[in-house]
T-cell receptor
Framework: AQKVTQAQTEISVVEKEDVTLDCVYE???????LFWYKQPPSGELVFLIR??????QNEISGRYSWNFQKSTSSFNFTITASQVVDSAVYFC????????????FGKGTRLSVIA | KAGVTQTPRYLIKTRGQQVTLSCSPI?????VSWYQQTPGQGLQFLFE???????NKGNFPGRFSGRQFSNSRSEMNVSTLELGDSALYLC?????????????FGPGTRLLVL
């Protein structure tokens, strides 16, 4: 069965600090996708990044970067130089490629960036 | 391209009533999924429709049903509403290409059952 664990319930940082959100996943499938979504107070889930299980290259996109490690089943997400607008709930999610499976979400991490 | 749209954005109903929510996916996307978000249970998958057929179903009672039309728009229906059905209902449109896929979400419908 699939499972996503976000151990950090809430994080509070001061503006311009870097912050890393942790995500650990479980799956039996060998091919899967990992995602990070942002949910601001408005409620909409905003897609941020996707990583395929067969591509462990870590990337940077603007202020966002991610660290995907299959060996530890982790998919951590870092925001560099945080801003107040980054305040939101961040969800890590997993879907297995086989069978067009739905997204399985973690419980989310509430990030508060203080000016 | 327009994003995923959901109507209505807010709803207030009373126990025992039924409700219908609507979702229009991103143009060209044929898959629509529905998720329920509550503070206690988090984000849970309800069902997915692809080309007017239900492809996957989550663990929800039969009071929750859905359908998809030929233009890919989807509706979700909840009958005999219970207080516990109060939630944010999110619709997602699935993009698939060359082995890659991503689900894009709409703004959600906030349902309050009194």
């Amino acid at each position: 069965a699939q499972k996503v664990t976000q151990a950090q319930t809430e994080i509070s940082v001061v503006e311009k600090e870097d912050v890393t959100l942790d995500c650990v996943y479980e799956t039996r499938d060998t091919t899967y996708y990992l995602f990070w979504y942002k949910q601001p107070p408005s409620g909409e889930l905003v897609f941020l990044i996707r990583r395929n299980s067969f591509d462990e290259q870590n990337e940077i996109s603007g202020r966002y970067s991610w660290n995907f490690q299959k060996s530890t089943s982790s998919f951590n997400f870092t925001i560099t130089a945080s801003q107040v607008v980054d305040s939101a709930v961040y969800f890590c999610a997993l879907s297995e490629r086989t069978g067009n499976t739905p997204l399985v979400f973690g419980k989310g991490t509430r990030l508060s960036v203080i000016a | 391209k327009a994003g995923v749209t959901q109507t209505p954005r807010y709803l207030i109903k009373t126990r025992g009533q039924q409700v219908t929510l609507s979702c229009s996916p991103i143009s060209g996307h044929r898959s629509v999924s529905w998720y329920q978000q509550t503070p206690g249970q988090g984000l849970q998958f309800l069902f997915e429709y692809f080309s007017e057929t239900q492809r996957n179903k989550g663990n929800f009672p039969g009071r929750f049903s859905g359908r998809q039309f030929s233009n890919s728009r989807s509706e979700m229906n909840v009958s005999t509403l219970e207080l516990g059905d109060s939630a944010l209902y999110l619709c997602a449109s699935r993009w698939t290409s060359g082995g890659q896929e991503t689900q894009y979400f709409g703004p959600g419908t906030r349902l309050l059952v009194l």
